[in-house]
């Protein structure tokens, strides 16, 4: 085990439109990381250097995806050891499987109607479809008409 306890921690960011709210977001979260007893979710505004503090947190644990992420995030690890030298920034990597995932790209498949089986946990899979169907037929529905028209 690499960490005794792990905070899993959301931005609120005032400069993005989620498609899920902050609520929605940690109650899935919440239900995806309940059977193991030391991961705790939370929500937080401002600089993740303060957050990691006030939880009294070591490291920051990121993921790198792909060669574009490494540079933002080797940024913001320096950024934040300049802020807080004593936090440490942990990278780790995703299994290959997953390195080419992205939530828009997943989200723009759903919203296509596309698969995305396998691609997220089953929650959000069925989170995702609740929240998309309704969109998907509209489009159908737009794009059927259209061609009746042709």
């Known amino acids: 085990m ?3 306890e792990l905070t899993v921690a959301i931005l609120r ?3 993005k439109e989620p498609l899920f709210s902050l609520a929605e977001r940690r109650r899935m979260l919440e239900e995806l ?3 193991f007893k030391n991961v705790r979710v939370d ?3 401002g600089l993740t250097v303060d957050f990691a503090v006030k939880v ?3 490291a920051i644990l990121r993921g790198i995806r792909a060669i574009s992420d490494y540079e933002y995030e080797l940024q913001m690890a320096l950024m934040n050891r300049k802020l807080h030298p004593e936090l440490e920034t ?3 990597m995703p299994h290959q499987k997953y390195s080419y995932l992205s ?3 997943v989200r723009e498949i759903a919203r296509l109607g596309g698969a995305i089986e396998g691609l997220v946990p089953e929650i959000v899979e069925q989170r995702l479809k609740e ?3 309704p969109a998907v037929k509209l489009e159908r529905v737009r794009k059927f008409k259209s061609r009746k028209r042709s």
Do not use: G, Q, W
């Open 103 to 105: 939530s828009r790209l």
């Open 13 to 15: 960011n005032a400069e």
């Open 33 to 35: 990381t309940a059977p």
């Open 56 to 58: 009294k947190a070591k």
């Open 90 to 92: 942990v990278f780790m």
């Open 2 to 4: 690499i960490f005794d």
């Open 131 to 133: 929240k998309l169907e």
């Open 43 to 45: 929500i937080f505004e």
